[in-house]
């Protein structure tokens, strides 16, 4: 694997190593390594079917890998002791494509699942009223947490999701193509919301997704998942840099061209300012990039979106 910015000394609270995935003869994963760094966004593209869903669902123990090993947090998944294992689960939090909430509870009921389930002594006012706050911190109204999944949209059921991800302040969030079949204006609304948070609550955030816009406005790295492994890591224009076909393709496709030219439109938007001599400022560490191209600040305005 390429680590285009291996300059970094923090830790690294997800650390995969040599894993291997297969479903009989079918390998997905073949000597998979991938380290995320401490309070970054890494989004993680690849072409349908290369694996992404089942290595988020390795590192949180939803899927035996059949070889390699995946650290989180510091514990070794596999390992971990039953303590461990619930401990490590209370630390992260996922939101599934589609959201996956309970049809036949309430929204802020849903939020309670976890809360009921990782924290019983808790009383059903208190748990009742951290279910409505982080109904609010996802940017729904209040009186959604009174609502049945089926009477909210497409955009709201992801919040509604997020809500309940965000119900134990995780440390990590997962994120599976959050922003999946909303519309440009939702979607731009929803990596906004991803980034704030992100920054408030200090989240280290793993984001599957196929939404080049989003990549653009919200990911600090991209992992790009090709030939049974991440192929590369690095910020878009250090990608942009490899002679690789497919991640030429995926950036420098008309798609990826058109995101990035929304991107820099927005950049100009929010600041007219000629940049500095010498390029962008230094964000965690990176070197400046030239294309002008901020990838850690996000786009709240930007509503014209590609998916790939
Ligand atoms: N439980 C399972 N049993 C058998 N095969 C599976 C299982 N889960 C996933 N697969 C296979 O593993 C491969 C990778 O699936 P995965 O859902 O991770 O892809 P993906 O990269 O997330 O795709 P997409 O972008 O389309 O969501 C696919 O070929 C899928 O059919």
Request: net charge negative; hydrophobic share 40%; proline share 6%.
């Amino acid at each position: 694997m390429m680590d285009l910015s291996d300059d970094y000394k923090g830790e690294y609270p997800i650390l995969v190593e040599g894993l291997r995935n297969s479903f009989g003869e079918h390998v997905i994963h073949e000597g998979l390594d991938l380290k995320v760094r401490k309070g970054e966004v890494l989004g993680v593209v690849g072409g349908s079917g290369t694996g992404k869903s089942v290595l988020m669902r390795s590192i949180i123990g939803l899927q035996q890998p059949t070889d390699g090993s995946i650290t989180v947090l510091g514990h070794k998944m596999g390992d971990a002791t039953e303590e461990d294992a619930v401990d490590l689960r209370s630390r992260w939090g996922v939101l599934f494509q589609g959201g996956a909430l309970f049809s036949t509870l309430t929204v802020g009921e849903n939020v309670e699942v976890p809360l009921k389930q990782f924290f019983p002594e808790i009383t059903d006012d208190l748990r009742a009223e951290i279910a409505r706050f982080k109904v609010r911190l996802s940017g729904l109204p209040e009186s959604a947490a009174f609502k049945f999944p089926s009477e909210l949209s497409g955009g709201m059921k992801k919040r509604a999701g997020l809500a309940r991800a965000l119900a134990l302040d995780p440390e990590l969030l997962f994120l599976d193509e959050p922003t999946a079949g909303l519309d440009p204006i939702g979607a731009a609304a929803f990596d906004s919301l991803t980034r704030e948070l992100k920054e408030t609550l200090g989240l280290t955030v793993f984001l599957i997704t196929h939404d080049l816009d989003t990549l653009y406005a919200i990911c600090d790295r991209v992992a790009v998942l090709a030939d049974k492994k991440v192929i590369a890591v690095g910020t878009i224009p250090e990608l942009l840099a490899l002679d690789h076909p497919w991640i030429q393709e995926y950036f420098n496709g008309p798609r990826g061209r058109a995101a990035l030219d929304s991107k820099k439109e927005t950049a100009v938007k929010d600041d007219p300012a000629p940049a500095p001599k010498g390029g962008a400022p230094e964000h965690d560490g990176e070197a400046a990039v030239e294309t002008g191209v901020e990838t850690g600040s996000p786009s709240p305005m930007d509503s014209s979106r590609s998916e790939a």
